[in-house]
């Protein structure tokens, strides 16, 4: 038997509706505009998670899916009040559908790819935990060998230094922790245009393309 045991993949993402997506991308996108945006995002992102290896394929979903969603994913509500409580919630629900290690992503890096994702995954063999920091000072992955609500519960989620003091709580509970490459994650239309040069493939740059940028 190998020791490598493919992790499951959470995705926590809202459904990409206009007016409650990416509303710091209006100016200078408007609403319409941001929600295709974030959609394209969403598909990238879970094509990504499509294409690694996993245990299961799970999305955590504030909202219905629509013809977006590939096959073979599961999806769940999204629980709870603040972002921690709903990450707290997503790795929570996903462990009871299959117990085992987890990786979660959002859906504001359209540029991840399965080669990150994988090597997220590989990091839990030897790691009790695995982060992903963002450029903003936040973090695009969190990968919990030993899911426990504990790990993300009142961890200031809308901060400068999210990704610090979320590796802080996992370094604090005794975890080893590995950190994967800083990604930018899209909340403005700077950050758009850069992540879509990093990811000419993906749908995000051919929509942003398309919207004349």
């Known amino acids: 038997m190998p020791r490598h045991h493919h992790p499951q993949y959470l995705i926590i993402a809202k459904e990409p509706v206009p007016g409650k997506v990416k509303t ?20 990238d992102s879970l094509r990504a998670v499509a294409a690694t290896p996993a245990a299961q394929r799970v999305l955590a979903l504030d909202g219905l ?26 790795f929570s ?5 299959r117990p085992g290690p987890a990786v979660l992503i959002g859906m504001d890096t359209p540029q991840v790819t399965p080669e990150l994702l994988r090597a997220a995954g590989e990091a839990l063999d030897s790691h009790d935990a695995v982060l992903g920091p ?25 901060h400068p230094e999210t990704g610090k003091l979320q590796l802080d709580r996992l370094e604090r509970a005794g975890l080893s922790v590995r950190l994967l490459p ?13 992540v879509a040069a990093q990811a000419p493939g993906s749908c995000f740059a051919a929509v942003l393309e398309g919207l004349g940028r």
């Open 24 to 43: 710091r991308l209006t100016p200078p996108f408007s609403p319409v505009q941001a929600a295709a945006l974030a959609e394209a995002a969403l598909r």
């Open 93 to 97: 629900d996903a462990h009871r559908l």
């Open 182 to 194: 800083e990604l930018i994650d899209v909340d403005t239309a700077a950050d758009a245009a850069t």
């Open 134 to 158: 963002a450029a903003d000072g936040g973090f695009w992955l969190l990968g919990l060998r030993r899911p426990g609500p504990e790990l993300v519960l009142g961890v200031p989620m809308s």
């Open 65 to 90: 899916p629509g013809g977006w969603l590939p096959p073979g994913i599961v999806v769940i509500p999204q629980r709870g009040g603040g972002l921690d409580e709903r990450l707290a919630a997503a």
